[in-house]
């Protein structure tokens, strides 16, 4: 490993919601190993580009792991292979998600045609407990999230750094086994404080998962409108876990992050 180089490298790409906002993309993350090609974690609309912008060529990732296959999360996986195949691409983009994967990407194909034919590998993992595989220097491990379309969260361990991307997910006892001792925590929350809805978390539900799992730090995403930011990062930031709300094009680790922890943008 080069001097100085982050052992494992994580790049917010959309750090917002399905609802638009000009600040703030869908979901998207990419995320590498020392100097290791990047992966996609998602990918919602706009990553394409976005990913682009931060400097990440698009039709030299290895591969992409989807968190579940909402269009908020995994809508450029149509443009992204389509690109490939206007390229004329060679290398095989491996793609990794929960059960009802290849069923997606079949109805992708089927509604798109030979406009998505690109040389692709398939790799459906269990929703009924925990997995792990290698994919090159990453190491992942997963766990099925309290979600839906074939939902999970996701750890990436390399040169003993680790991150874990909570994706979509209500209260979840899995999320917190994985997050522990994790280095950071990126963490969906995206319902304000007291809503009943079972299938997201809010900021008191984060906080508990924060204390309980001990990460090195969190980054709160996909916030929706009714989520008071500056309420949120105070409310996880009480736990004595350092606590910030992530921004699309933010880097970590936290030595190429370019805003202050604090900040609630």
Do not use: K
């Amino acid at each position: 490993m080069p001097p100085g180089e982050p052992p494992l490298e994580l790049v917010v790409l959309g750090s917002g919601t399905a609802l638009p906002d000009p600040a703030r993309g869908p979901t998207g993350l990419a995320v590498r190993a020392a100097d290791g090609p990047w992966w996609w974690i998602d990918g919602g609309s706009g990553t394409l580009h976005r990913s682009a912008a931060a400097g990440i060529d698009p039709l030299a990732l290895a591969g992409g792991l989807l968190s579940h296959r909402h269009l908020d999360h995994s809508a450029d996986l149509a443009p992204l292979l389509f690109a490939r195949r206007v390229a004329r691409v060679a290398a095989t983009y491996h793609l990794v998600g929960g059960a009802g994967l290849e069923a997606h990407v079949d109805a992708l194909r089927t509604a798109h045609g030979h406009g998505l034919d690109t040389p692709l590998q398939l790799t459906e993992l269990s929703l009924d407990g925990p997995t792990t595989m290698q994919l090159g220097g990453l190491s992942l491990s997963t766990a099925p999230a309290n979600h839906r379309a074939g939902a999970l969260h996701l750890r990436l361990d390399a040169g003993g750094r680790s991150v874990v991307f909570s994706g979509d997910t209500g209260p979840s006892r899995a999320l917190v086994e994985l997050a522990r001792g994790a280095d950071l925590l990126v963490c969906a929350c995206a319902l304000a404080s007291g809503d009943p809805y079972p299938f997201h978390l809010d900021a008191p539900a984060v906080a508990e998962i924060a204390a309980t799992a001990q990460p090195g730090e969190v980054w709160l995403t996909h916030l929706y409108p009714g989520v008071d930011a500056a309420q949120a990062v105070a409310c996880v930031a009480a736990t004595g876990v350092p606590v910030r709300r992530a921004a699309d094009g933010d880097r970590w680790p936290a030595l190429s992050v370019r805003v202050p922890p604090a900040a609630t943008r």
